[in-house]
Structure formats: C-alpha cells, structure tokens
T-cell receptor, first 109, second 116 residues
Framework: GQNIDQPTEMTATEGAIVQINCTYQTSGFNGLFWYQQHAGEAPTFLSYNVLDGLEEKGRFSSFLSRSKGYSYLLLKELQMKDSASYLC??????????WGAGTKLIIKP | GAVVSQHPSWVICKSGTSVKIECRSL??????MFWYRQFPKQSLMLMAT?????????EQGVEKDKFLINHASLTLSTLTVTSAHPEDSSFYIC????????????FGQGTRLTVV
C-alpha cells in the first residue's frame, strides 16, 4: 500500500530552527510537495522536490532523498505565524497526490 | 500562481437539504479538479477526481449518488451534497492541477459545511 509518515506534532521556540521529516512508500514517484495549512484554511504551496538534494526558498528549505524515500522541511528563524500544520504529499505514478496526515507545529515565544 | 476560487466559504444547512459548492479556475483552464474532505485534525481525504466533460472518478467508500460532481466546463466544477446529514459536516476543498502540464496543485479557499 501507499504510505506517508510524518510526526503528528512538534514544538519549537520563536527564532529557532525546526526540521519536519517525512518518509514515504508509494507506487511510483513524480515529486514531493510540502504545504502549509493554517487552521480552518486551505493548504498553501511551500515547495516541490523531484530530484535529490536541497531546495532553499527564503526561511524554508526542503530536502529529498529518493533512494531513502525521505524528505524534510526545514524552517529557520521561526516566527509565531509559522504555527500551522505542514503537509507532506507525494505524487504517485498516476499523478495522484498521496497526503500525509500533517505535522502540527506549535511555536512558543 | 494560478488562482482557484471556491464558493461559498461557509454554509449552514438543515438536515435533508442539498448544498452546492462551486470551484472555479480563474485564470487557467483546468481539465482535472480534485475534491477533498477534511475532518478536524485529520488529513485531506480525496473524495473524487473531476474530469471536464466526463463522469467523475470516486474514491472507494464515497457515495457518488450523495456527492454529485459536475465538471461541465474547463473552469468550473461543482460538488453537490445531497440530503445532507450532520455527519456530512466537514471542510470541503477543491484543487486544480497547474496548467500546461505543471505538477503543482492549486487549492480553493475551502468550504466549511455545517449541517444542523
């Protein structure tokens, strides 16, 4: 079966760095996405990785290792507004998105 | 980026009535749209894939006669929740795949449905 695993909840301090991990097992791979979702709102796109390596975009970076079925989202200089759920999703061989359950990130002052 | 507009943002309806949710791609043509349901503190659950001009493909366990999907044009897909019951109360979100073979999915704002 297809499976996406990510931690349920993480807590970090304002100004610090946090890494949210995602492991996956899917039938085929056409890229991995990270989305941010604030409570009661639709997800917003953060990053897309299809090749191995690190993609940096401002305070957010995303890493992919296809051989390990592993990705992480790195958030630097955390701000209170970063408190949200972070969703990992993999596009399978049928170009369908398989979603993880999301990681709720709590930022403390 | 491409814009997907979903309407209404929230709706309260009486049990037994039907509710229609619209999903529009504002600046691109979306041949494929996706409908998701999300219960509190849970992940997005794909309900169905809506293809323009053809019948929607429903995920296992989703009642196609209860959740009617129409994708009559390249910019509009609708989800109608028929004979709604309190257990249908949820957050419904549509998304459309990026145009020109892109892989990113653009989401509508979501619709909070409460059935009383």
């Amino acid at each position: 079966g297809q499976n996406i695993d990510q931690p349920t909840e993480m807590t970090a301090t304002e100004g610090a760095i946090v890494q949210i991990n995602c492991t996956y097992q899917t039938s085929g791979f056409n890229g991995l996405f990270w989305y941010q979702q604030h409570a009661g709102e639709a997800p917003t796109f953060l990053s897309y990785n299809v090749l191995d390596g690190l993609e940096e975009k401002g305070r957010f970076s995303s890493f992919l290792s296809r051989s390990k079925g592993y990705s992480y989202l790195l958030l630097k200089e955390l701000q209170m507004k970063d408190s949200a759920s972070y969703l990992c999703a993999v596009m399978d061989s049928n170009y369908q998105l398989i979603w993880g359950a999301g990681t709720k990130l709590i930022i403390k002052p | 980026g491409a814009v997907v507009s979903q309407h209404p943002s929230w709706v309260i309806c009486k049990s037994g009535t039907s509710v229609k949710i619209e999903c529009r791609s504002l600046d691109f043509q979306a041949t494929t749209m996706f409908w998701y349901r999300q219960f509190p503190k849970q992940s997005l659950m794909l309900m169905a894939t809506s293809n323009e001009g053809s019948k929607a493909t429903y995920e296992q366990g989703v009642e196609k006669d209860k959740f009617l999907i129409n994708h009559a044009s390249l910019t509009l897909s609708t989800l109608t929740v028929t004979s709604a019951h309190p257990e249908d109360s949820s957050f419904y979100i549509c998304s459309a795949r990026a145009p020109k073979g892109g892989t990113e999915a653009f989401f509508g704002q979501g619709t909070r449905l409460t059935v009383v």
